[in-house]
Structures are given as structure tokens and as C-alpha cells.
């Protein structure tokens, strides 16, 4: 078996290497993630709307809305403060019933104060990020690629959600993601990160202009030109073709039923981001399956005849 990345340090990191305990400890630490990841995917966007609000009231020299108070009086909303309340009554939720998936069941979907409904989306969130990092524990094994990718997973979860709900990519999100992938390729193939970059932000820019510029509209927003250039960043440009295929035929397959089944305006925007994030995502998954592959470890050259570097799962025996 060729090595797919660098082994994490020896010491108690070693009991990592034994059968079933990273991911075990990989779908845990998911599910703490996707708890956080619920506060971020609300809080962001709500974040970004009310500093918007506060710039264009000051840039107009109005007050602000006499339905907020002043940025300076203000209480302080953000990913830390106020503690997590029901959305109904204000309470606050006692740390018990913050325990994921868990605390939801226990309450049966209910706040404990009030009774008001919890959505089944929060569970469902830190359900689907436990999953998907148990899925990159066991496709990468204990190594730093491992840790890598479970840092592009949450990143991804967080803004294929947000941009669902809201339309929004935020560069909050896209660009640290983007700058992530390219201070990660120091370990690794530094020049694939940087053109995977520039030309994943490209093409979709492209794109974008080709369209407006056809029929005068706006097709997609420029955070999504930021994600697929972090995706190159992290995956190469070998990755950014099946991952612009996979998520345009998805998002077009998915805009046709939502249109001819479920009475969807056809002049309705749909989200792209949610199938970027899945395509990069799964292709990311695939390994050498799929061109791309996170550009940790030996250099990957596209262009080279020679085939790239095995990624054959580290948890096989060796031949």
C-alpha cells in the first residue's frame, strides 16, 4: 500500500491507529461540530443583515431602524453571545438539552419553558455532520489529510445550509476556506492550489458574465465563484470539472421536478451553492476514483502522463 498522507504524532495520538476508535471519536466530534454549526448557520446571516442595515442607515446619515437600537446600544449578537434560547420565549436552554441530537429527543421536539415546537432540522444538522465526519475517518484514516478534510466538511455543511435558507455564501465562510486550502498546500502542491484556485473562480465567473450578458440577468452570485475557487484551492483543478458537472446537473434536474411537480416559479432563483458543496464534497470522497484529491503530500501534476499517487483507504492491509 502506498502512504496516503503524514501519520499524525506518535504518544497517545497512537490509539487512533486501533480498529474502530477514530471513528468513533470522528462522528462525537461531529456532532459537537454540528451543534456549533446550528449556531453559525442562524446566527451568520442574521449577523450580516443587521451590520448591513446599520451601514447603509449610517452611509444614508439616517438613524437606525426604529425597530433596532443603535449599534452602540445594541446587545451583542454573534456566534457567542447571547447563550442559546428558545426563538418563543427567550429562555435559555440549559446545557443538558444542548447535548446533540440527545437533548432534542429528550425534549420530543419541544422547548422545556414554553413547549414551543424545535424544529427537527437542528438534530437532523448535527445528525448529518456526525455522519459525514465517521465518513471521512474511514476514508482517510489517522492521518493529516484526515484532519484536513474534516475542516472542509464543516465548512461545507455550514454554507451549503446558510446559502439554502438564505442565498447567501459569506465571505466569513468562503474565504477562509479558500485561504485554508492554500496555506495547506505548503505541505503539499503548492502550484495545483494556486491554479485550482484562480481557475475555479474563473469559470464560474465566466459563466456568470456569458449569461448576463446574454439575457441582461444575474445567474449566480459571486459567492459562488469564492467556493468553487476554495475547492480548487483544497482539490486542484483536475477536481473543478466533475465538480461543476455532478452540481449543474443535480441543480438542473432539481429546479425541473421542484418546477413541473411542485409548482415552482420558473423565474425563482435556486441556490447553487448546496451542489457545489456536495459535488466538492463527494469528489473529495472519491480519491483517485474521480480526478482531484486533497493536495496534501506528494505533488500531483494534471498534465503528467504518469498516474497520480495512490489513495487507497489506510485502514486496508498492506498487499
Same mark, same amino acid.
Given at each position: 500500500m502506498t502512504e496516503v498522507g503524514w501519520p499524525l504524532? &506518535?504518544?497517545w495520538l497512537l490509539t487512533l491507529t486501533l480498529p474502530g476508535v477514530l471513528p468513533a471519536v470522528a462522528g462525537l466530534a461531529g456532532l459537537l461540530v454540528g451543534s456549533f454549526l446550528n449556531t453559525v448557520i442562524h446566527r451568520l446571516p442574521r449577523t450580516l443583515e443587521r451590520d448591513w442595515r446599520a451601514q447603509c442607515a449610517e452611509l444614508a446619515g439616517d438613524a437606525a431602524p426604529s425597530n433596532e437600537a443603535a449599534p452602540s446600544s445594541a446587545p451583542r449578537y454573534d456566534l457567542v453571545a447571547p /447563550?442559546? &434560547?428558545c426563538p418563543a420565549c427567550q429562555t435559555p436552554i440549559r446545557a443538558l438539552h444542548l447535548i446533540p441530537v440527545l437533548g432534542w429527543l429528550w425534549l420530543r421536539g419541544?422547548?422545556?419553558?414554553? !413547549?414551543?415546537?424545535i424544529s427537527p432540522r437542528y438534530p437532523l444538522i448535527e445528525l448529518a455532520s456526525g455522519l459525514a465526519f465517521v465518513a471521512v475517518a474511514l476514508r482517510f484514516g489517522p492521518t493529516v489529510e484526515c484532519a484536513a478534510a474534516l475542516v472542509v466538511t464543516g465548512f461545507l455543511i455550514a454554507l451549503a445550509v446558510i446559502d439554502f435558507d438564505t442565498h447567501y455564501l459569506p465571505d466569513q465562510l468562503t474565504l477562509p476556506l479558500l485561504? #485554508?486550502? #492554500?496555506?495547506?498546500? #505548503?505541505? !503539499?502542491?503548492? /502550484?495545483?492550489?494556486?491554479? !485550482?484556485?484562480?481557475v475555479g473562480y474563473l469559470v464560474l465567473w465566466s459563466v456568470y458574465q456569458a449569461f448576463k450578458l446574454a439575457t441582461g440577468k444575474e445567474g449566480m452570485g459571486y459567492g459562488d465563484f469564492k467556493l468553487l475557487a476554495a475547492l480548487g484551492a483544497w482539490l486542484g483543478p483536475a477536481a473543478l470539472l466533475p465538480i461543476v458537472l455532478a452540481s449543474s446537473v443535480a441543480g438542473a434536474v432539481i429546479g425541473l421536478v421542484l418546477i413541473f411537480f411542485f409548482g415552482r416559479a420558473r423565474e425563482q432563483p435556486l441556490a447553487f451553492g448546496p451542489y457545489l458543496a456536495a459535488a466538492g464534497w463527494l469528489v473529495m470522497m472519491a480519491g483517485d476514483a474521480l480526478p482531484g484529491g486533497l493536495l496534501l503530500g506528494t505533488p500531483i501534476d494534471p498534465w503528467s502522463p504518469d498516474p497520480p499517487r495512490s489513495l487507497d483507504s489506510p485502514w486496508s492491509p498492506d498487499p
Open positions: 504524532p &506518535h504518544s /447563550r442559546s &434560547h419541544r422547548c422545556a419553558a414554553c !413547549g414551543a415546537t485561504w #485554508l486550502g #492554500l496555506a495547506a498546500s #505548503l505541505a !503539499g502542491d503548492v /502550484r495545483n492550489a494556486v491554479v !485550482g484556485a484562480i
